[in-house]
């Protein structure tokens, strides 16, 4: 299977999204996704009963495409993002390595 980037991701995204949506529209389909999550998690832990049709694979697939494609058209590179943001989280509290750091480490 092919190996996916943000960036690409995002480029897919946005241009799928190049008209008609807006960053609220997203986010509330956003939202509507993490109470799907919710409900498989509780299916899953015993808490509801499992109906068997949810997934919880799926559900996160579309969180994460709703969160990058609000990202997307706003402009946002996730990746410097992520990177910019785990190092100041690895700063806060005194973590390492850094995603920066760990990623150089993998590719070395």
Same mark, same amino acid.
């Given at each position: ?6 960036? &690409?991701?995002? +480029? ?6 190049? &008209? ?10 956003? #939202? &509507? /996704?993490?109470? &799907? #999550? ?11 009963? +499992? ?7 799926? /559900?996160? =697939? $579309? =969180?994460?495409?709703? !969160? #990058?494609?609000? !990202? ?7 990746? %410097? !993002?992520?990177?910019?943001? $785990?190092?100041?989280? !690895?700063?806060?509290? +005194?973590?390492?390595? +850094?995603? %920066? ?8």
């Amino acid at each position: 299977m092919k190996q996916l980037t943000f960036h &690409e991701l995002q +480029n897919y995204l946005a241009l799928k999204y190049t &008209e008609g949506r807006t960053s609220s529209s997203l986010f509330m389909k956003l #939202v &509507e /996704e993490i109470g &799907e #999550v919710a409900e498989v998690l509780n299916q899953l832990e015993g808490r509801k009963a +499992n109906t068997g049709t949810a997934s919880l694979e799926k /559900e996160l =697939v $579309d =969180v994460i495409h709703y !969160a #990058v494609a609000i !990202a997307s058209i706003n402009q946002i590179d996730l990746t %410097e !993002a992520i990177i910019t943001k $785990d190092k100041q989280a !690895a700063l806060k509290y +005194n973590q390492s390595p +850094n995603l %920066e750091e760990y990623l150089k480490l993998q590719r070395e």
